[in-house]
């Protein structure tokens, strides 16, 4: 069994940074890639960013520049930096673990919420 675990969310104004955490534990010989999708109220979850075991990283055009993923692969975790908030950055952010190409693990999403 694999747990995943995120932490970080919650309330910054416009402008404004959060880091998010997410950290896998459990049954795992090795993580194939690690990232963040969110979800906003009636829209379809999207991916954020991802990361790769070897580093390699993909950002949605709307988070480029301002978003940084990173990871540290000897504490199954990674990170979501963000900064530059906006109120469209509004979501439930969840973070997934793939321990193989097929197989992904969710956690239980985190809330972060940009308003004045």
């Known amino acids: 069994q694999v747990q995943v675990v995120e932490s970080g969310g919650g309330l910054v104004q416009p402008g404004g940074s959060l880091r998010l955490s997410c950290a896998a534990s459990g049954s795992i010989f090795n993580i194939y890639a690690m990232g963040w999708y969110r979800q906003a109220p009636g829209k379809q979850r999207e991916l954020v960013a991802r990361?790769?075991?070897?580093?390699?990283?993909n950002y949605a055009d709307s988070v480029k520049g301002r978003f940084t993923i990173s990871r540290d692969n000897a504490k199954n975790t990674v990170y979501l930096q963000m900064n530059n908030l906006k109120p469209e950055d509004t979501a439930v952010y969840y973070c997934?673990?793939?321990?193989?190409?097929?197989?992904?693990?969710w956690g239980q999403g985190t809330q972060v919420t940009v308003s004045s």
């Open positions: 990361i790769t075991s070897g580093g390699s990283t």
């Open positions: 997934y673990t793939d321990i193989t190409a097929t197989t992904r693990y």
